[in-house]
Each structure stands twice: as structure tokens, then as C-alpha cells.
DNA sequence: AGGTACATGTAAGCTGTTACATGATTTT
DNA sequence: AAAATCATGTAACAGCTTACATGTACCT
């Protein structure tokens, strides 16, 4: 699913700017499970904008470069709708982090301690963000979606949480200290 | 974490030719978190070999190319413990399937039925796979890796048989049957 | 005085994916 | 007879990331 197809995705809900659908992507409900920045977006607008999928408007603002608010088109529906109906890639997930826990022999057990301790705390704050979120207001699709989130963000949380020990426990212990 | 650093974790724990390094990414135990074809790790393979971070002996066969097996060198081990040692980079996931969820209204229900099945089915795979890797073999690190594997493989299946009734159920049952 | 939020966009570069090219052996 | 497995590699392409370019207003 490229960048298009999921800012057609944002629009299919509301009418937003380009800033607007960045923070989406990082805060919103979506923040889970996709990710773009502005120079994958903006791109992503004009050319949405040039194929008749979404029409913009800019609204003049004082000391503020124009704010160009982008609306999706009956045609653009159409896509989205063709999109969302084929047959959805495999995820790809890479996890840096995941790679560093399996080398973890390499990495001072201090190290380690401070990474998990701060993973725990990144799944803490999605589970926060998703929490937050209004679910009266969304569609049950959007629903199971930030629930199914949740759900994941707490399952990994718990496991760091039951399990470090068995990756720094020991070595923290013995000598690693002095 | 460039699939150069990737296949030389691989390497860090045995010699390898490119076609089972590919089979690993596939198949073992890193194949929850990471993943690259052919096309991303001969390139790799023949870099790190530039670069004195790996050596390659090519091992003659009938009626098949050579087989060109890797071996990490010193060098490379430091490359692989800079790495480690090196802040991870947040992880990246991108699912489409979530983001057709996300629009399931969208998707005629049957098909939203066969679709979740079918990720369920999935998520059952990775953890049958993920099992039968046999733990007394593997470092403690590897291990801990593998099981969080499985959690959160098996928190994921446990959340769409949950919850599926609340995407599908309805609709399934009203009238979309006729 | 400095950092953050607002607001948009381009260009170069890096990386990875897909398709192509080749060919024998083993399994179904 | 077809499909999967073994086995390596290149070239073109697509896509995303990073850095650059510009500027105001508000908060600390």
C-alpha cells in the first residue's frame, strides 16, 4: 500500500492538510501499522490531486503559507474502494530492536537493562495514545483496529515484562556491577 | 539495520551460503521480524566479502552452480558488535491487512470473513513454525526472542477470534447471504 | 534566546523489490 | 508432466528517507 493510497485512506474520513495527515499518521489511530513522513506525503497529495482523486484547496492564512486542505472525489472513493478489495500484501515488519535483543550477548548487560526498560516504555505510551482515543466517535472498524493495537502494544509489554530477567537478570547480578 | 548487518548476524552464528541465509529470513527464527529476498542479499553478501567483514569459498557441485558459502571475519565481528551496540531504530511495520480492516465497511463481508480465516490461519503457521524450533539448541538470547515470537503471534490470533464477531457477524448474518 | 508548533515543498540519494536469465534434480 | 527445490546473480525501477529551503508565532 503506497503512501497514496493510505493519505486517500485519511481523506475517505474528513478533509486535512498535508501537516494534518502527517500527525495523523504519527498520533492517530492508523500510527500503528503505518507510517509516512512529508516528503512521502506531499508527493503523495500533488499526484492524488493530478489524477482527479482529491481536489485541494488553499486557505489564505496571515503570516502562514497557505494552508491547502485536500477533499477526495467521488473518483477517489472509487479507488480507495478498489484498493481496500484486492488482496492485502503480507505485513512487513523490521525490528532493529528485535535484532539487538537476538545478539543481546554482545551488548553490556547496563545496556540492555536500559534498552528493555525503555521499550516497556514506548509500548506504555502507544497503549496511552491508543487508549485515548474516543472510541464513541470512530466506526466499530476503526474500533477493532485501535483495540486490536492495544491489544498487541499490551501483549508486548507483558512479555518484556515477565521475561527480561531471563536476558539481564543474571548478569546484572553477578559481577556486571562493580 | 541494512540487510548487509542482517546477514552478518546470520553469519556471526554459522557459514552460510546466500540461499539458506535467504531460507533463514523465511523460515527461522528471525523470520518474525526481519526479511529479504535474493535481490537485497547476494548484493549484501558480495559487499560485505569487499569489504573484509566476510570471506566466500566457492564450493564446486555437479550440475549446480558452485555453492559460494560465507564465513564472518574478525572484522566483521566488530562490525556486528558496533551495530548491536548502536541505539536501534524504531520498528517499522506496514500491514495492509490492517489498514483494509481499518475500511472494512468496505469489503463485502463475506470476503472480510475469508480474509480474517485466513490471517488467522496465518498467525497459526508462524506459531507452528516458531515452535518447532527446538529452544535447547539456541542461546538463552535467541530464545527469548523466539518465545516473544510466539506471544505475540498468539495475542494476535487470540484477539481476531475474540473479536471477529464484531467485524463480520452482523453482517453476515442480516440479509448479505441471500 | 532557544525550542516547538505551524505550514509546504524539492532534490538527491539510498535501499530494496521485481523481473529477468539459467539450469539440474527431486517430488507430486 | 508440472511444480518445487536447489543455486546464483544483474538491471531497471519504484519508493521512501534525509537534508535542504523558508518563515511566523508562541511558550519557556
Redesign the interface.
Known sequence: ?DVK??CL?LL?RGDYSGYEIRKQFEEG??S????AGFGSIYPALKRLTEEGLATCSAQAQESRPDKKVYRITPRGREA??EA??EP??P??????????????????PR?LDR?IAGRIAHHEEVIARLEAIDLSRR???????I??GI??H???RD?FET?RH??VGDSIRSGATA
Chains 1, 2 share one sequence.
Open positions: 500500500m493510497t493510505l485512506g475517505s489511530a492508523f500503528h501499522f503505518q507510517d480507495l474502494f481496500v478489495n492485502p500484501a505485513d512487513k515488519l523490521r525490528s532493529d530492536f528485535m535484532f539487538v535483543l537476538y545478539f543481546a550477548d554482545l551488548v553490556p545496556q534498552l466506526t466499530s472498524e476503526e474500533a477493532f483496529v483495540r486490536y491489544a498487541l499490551r501483549a508486548a512479555y521475561h531471563e536476558l
